[in-house]
């Protein structure tokens, strides 16, 4: 069974950094796209990054853009999330999910294994 585990959440005041971390098992991790979903309470789930099999091409929700970076080290099968000048509208559960190989964007439909999430938030 495929796992994704995510680390590197936390409580941050505005302004602060956080690095989000994703660990996947087995050894397919490069042969997929990967991406960052968010939930806060009492909302649905959004997207807010992805990034190819080989980490050429990234995409990025509009409220996260420039903010948020996007990255993966396929030799330690690894996705991050880096981010920077965070806002309390930021705070969310945050999920990694594996892009399926048809297609991969920002709908949760487009992904199909998700990690347990990990807890980010943001005091102002």
């Known amino acids: 069974q495929l796992q994704l585990i995510e680390s590197g959440g936390g409580l941050v005041q505005a302004g602060g950094s956080l690095r989000l971390s994703c660990v996947v098992s087995g050894r397919t991790f490069s042969s997929y796209p990967m991406g960052w979903f968010r939930q806060a309470p009492g909302k649905e789930r959004e997207f807010v990054a992805a990034i190819s099999r080989a980490g050429g091409i990234s995409s990025y929700a509009d409220s996260v853009k420039g903010r948020f970076t996007i990255s993966r080290d396929n030799f330690k099968n690894t996705l991050y999330l880096q981010m920077n000048s965070l806002k309390p509208e930021d705070t969310a559960l945050y999920y990694c999910?594996?892009?399926?190989?048809?297609?991969?964007?920002?709908?949760?439909?487009?992904?199909?294994?998700w990690g347990q999430g990990t807890q980010v938030t943001v005091s102002s």
């Open positions: 999910a594996r892009g399926r190989t048809t297609g991969w964007g920002p709908h949760s439909y487009e992904y199909d294994y």
